[in-house]
T-cell receptor, first 116, second 114 residues
Framework: NAGVMQNPRHLVRRRGQEARLRCSPM?????VYWYRQLPEEGLKFMVY????????ESGMPKERFSAEFPKEGPSILRIQQVVRGDSAAYFC??????????????FGPGTRLTVL | DQQVKQNSPSLSVQEGRISILNCDYT??????FLWYKKYPAEGPTFLIS?????DKNEDGRFTVFLNKSAKHLSLHIVPSQPGDSAVYFC?????????????FGKGMKLTVNP
């Protein structure tokens, strides 16, 4: 059973370009979370999606960032017109469902974005 | 405004001894607490968790203690092994907003010396 997959693992963009990060959740998982880790910081929540729905985007910057989780295919985190401050590790996590007790989130290996 | 705090950035212990990792939180709405272990260039790996209605959970060499009145939890690893060397993140589940998003501390680097 493959784990959470993210690609690319490393992505280099110049300022002003677009970055697309992909996440394939674990088989059978329909809940996806995106987190960002800046250098020397902990992971910070960005967005929570279920298939075709954004449930909680309270951690997403208001501009340039968007996320989707279509009916078919991976979840996509898109960053338009990247700036140097977007350089970070972006982690995706998936879970089977919400409920009691807590449903564990399984993390992917991350995408390291470098903006030149 | 950091809701989950790991105040010690690093800890070094001898193999076979106990490692104690501490974590404090401020939000009384957190309903579940987790510890994740992370190696460089990898994603976090779940280690152990505890519900807010419990005060202790044990799994092999790992035990997590929760003191709700003090808003404090700790992870005990005994005996510590060199393979335990990694960065450990304390996290809390925030049920607000319709999600169970995790709020992470900044992490603590544990080094276990042979």
């Amino acid at each position: 059973n493959a784990g959470v997959m993210q690609n690319p693992r490393h992505l280099v963009r110049r300022r002003g370009q677009e970055a697309r990060l992909r996440c394939s959740p674990m088989k059978g998982h329909s809940h996806v979370y995106w987190y960002r880790q800046l250098p020397e910081e902990g992971l910070k929540f960005m967005v929570y999606l279920q298939k075709e729905n954004i449930i909680d985007e309270s951690g997403m910057p208001k501009e340039r960032f968007s996320a989707e989780f279509p009916k078919e295919g991976p979840s996509i985190l898109r960053i338009q017109q990247v700036v140097r401050g977007d350089s970070a590790a972006y982690f995706c996590a998936s879970s089977h469902e919400q409920g009691v007790p807590y449903n564990e989130q399984f993390f992917g290996p991350g995408t390291r974005l470098t903006v030149l | 405004d950091q809701q989950v705090k790991q105040n010690s950035p690093s800890l070094s212990v001898q193999e076979g001894r106990i490692s104690i990792l501490n974590c404090d939180y401020t939000n009384s709405m957190f309903d579940y607490f987790l510890w994740y272990k992370k190696y460089p260039a990898e994603g976090p790996t779940f280690l152990i968790s505890i519900s807010s209605i419990k005060d202790k959970n044990e799994d092999g060499r790992f035990t997590v203690f929760l003191n709700k009145s003090a808003k404090h939890l700790s992870l005990h690893i005994v005996p510590s092994q060199p393979g335990d060397s990694a960065v450990y993140f304390c996290a809390a589940s925030d049920p607000g907003g319709g999600s169970e998003k995790l709020v992470f501390g900044k992490g603590m680097k544990l080094t276990v010396n042979p």
